[in-house]
């Protein structure tokens, strides 16, 4: 599952403030919203994995407030408008994110949670093998990555890749705050031997937002693609992957796409212009979604231009690209927070060029419900042809609207 800056390479860059035309509230109806589940506090991102092998999207969540993490399975398209089935897999206080990876290599996804706060651990939650055991609690078992520990860091995300070509699926993983650091956890023969696995700092960190895979100078091997929201090397970035051996456990070079001025939060990897060369998306604080063209296949040379979000929405959190209405281009979708009575969640598209300055926006969730969302997937969960929407809000009413999807009406 993939997920997608040193010299400050900004040949070529360019602002370009692409206004957007009002929402037309009299001729579009917010997309239909459907619960999974808000029956804890704090539901805090959405990932997507294969649990039971039948073919279907299911979905892992931790609620940072309610200190557990979630597993939902699919329930089929017949009943997908209700609430999905559920398990509590552990007990995770702070829990800020959690996704599916087999690291044993039995063929059963297990889950790994990152805890920030007070608690600054990581845990692996394994898996049952038997797909008809998913929902029984007790048959998943919860442990301490004891490398988490040391240092401790406020860990914010992770995810799975095989980066060094031995044994079992390593792990990419950044942290916030003082000491933040990017990195990756180097898989030993067993990896159930959690005291086995051994972190590996590649760049300082100030606060990790996004964490993707690109191989962004053609060279083979996979790169770590970041938005880093604070701090000396705040921005848009990427890693170089130094090759296999001693080497990549040293530091990684970093280059820059952009946004060393902004405060970023979470970044998207989609080729937006479609000239064959993957561009970034990113949102930013300031009410704002700045498009980050790459201009060659170096991965130095990249072009800003900012899209603004400033029409009665929220402040920009995610951001995905979509083909929302099945017309063959691609369309932005976005969430938002601090959007009490504005909108939480809309499309946008463009007419004949992502350059051009007018984009159409149009409503998702509306302005009634929702506070503050998170990232997006963008995915079919009613079998019907098109994307719908899979997203988390934890703050509506003190409890939050929870994990929730948005039907597509196209």
Not at 149 to 164: G, S, Y
Not at 260 to 287: I, N, P, T, W, Y
Not at 341 to 346: D, I, L, Q, S, T
Request: hydrophobic fraction near 40%; charged fraction near 25%; glycine fraction near 10%.
């Amino acid at each position: 599952m993939p997920r997608i800056e040193g010299c400050i390479c900004w040949w070529g860059t360019v602002a370009l403030v692409m206004s957007l035309a009002p929402v037309a509230r009299s001729q579009e109806e917010p997309w239909p919203l459907h619960v999974i589940d808000d029956t804890s506090f704090g539901a805090d991102g959405v990932k997507l994995g294969d649990f039971n092998r039948d073919g279907l999207p299911d979905v892992v969540t931790g609620w940072e407030e309610g200190g557990r993490t979630r597993l939902y399975l699919h329930p089929g398209f017949a009943r997908v408008r209700k609430p999905w089935p559920k398990v509590n897999i552990g007990w995770t206080p702070a829990v800020e994110d959690a996704v599916p990876a087999d690291l044993d290599g039995d063929g059963a996804l297990d889950v790994v949670t990152c805890c920030e706060g007070r608690f600054r651990t990581m845990f692996v939650h394994w898996a049952p093998k038997a797909p008809g055991k998913l929902l029984d609690p007790r048959a998943w078992q919860q442990a301490l990555l004891p490398a988490s520990r040391k240092p401790a860091q406020q860990w914010m995300f992770a995810w799975p890749i095989q980066l060094d070509g031995r044994h079992g699926v390593d792990l990419v993983a950044g942290s916030k705050n003082a000491g933040a650091q990017i990195g990756w956890y180097q898989a030993p023969a067993h990896p159930r031997d959690l005291t086995a696995w051994r972190w590996h700092p590649i760049s300082p960190a100030g606060w990790i937002m996004s964490i993707w895979f690109q191989d962004m100078d053609g060279d083979g091997d996979p790169d770590v693609v970041i938005s880093d929201r604070y701090g000396s090397l705040r921005g848009c970035r990427w890693l170089e992957n130094p090759g296999p051996g001693p080497r990549q456990t040293q530091p990684w070079k970093n280059h820059f796409l952009g946004a060393r001025d902004k405060e970023v939060l979470s970044m998207a990897l989609a080729d937006l212009d479609r000239d064959g060369l993957q561009d970034a998306l990113v949102a930013v604080k300031d009410m704002k979604i700045l498009f980050l063209r790459r201009l060659d296949r170096s991965g130095r040379r990249w072009q800003t231009h900012v899209i603004s979000a400033d029409f009665a929405a929220g402040n920009t959190r995610a951001v995905a690209v979509a083909d929302v209405n099945r017309d063959g281009q691609p369309d932005l979708v976005f969430t938002t927070w601090n959007a009490r009575n504005r909108h939480g969640v809309m499309w946008l598209e463009y007419k004949k060029s992502p350059l051009e300055r007018h984009w159409q926006a149009h409503p998702i969730s509306g302005t009634r419900r929702g506070i503050k969302y998170d990232r997006i997937e963008m995915i079919d969960l009613d079998g019907d042809g098109d994307l719908d929407l899979l997203t988390c809000e934890e703050r509506e009413g003190g409890r939050g609207l929870g994990v929730i999807w948005y039907e597509n009406p196209h």
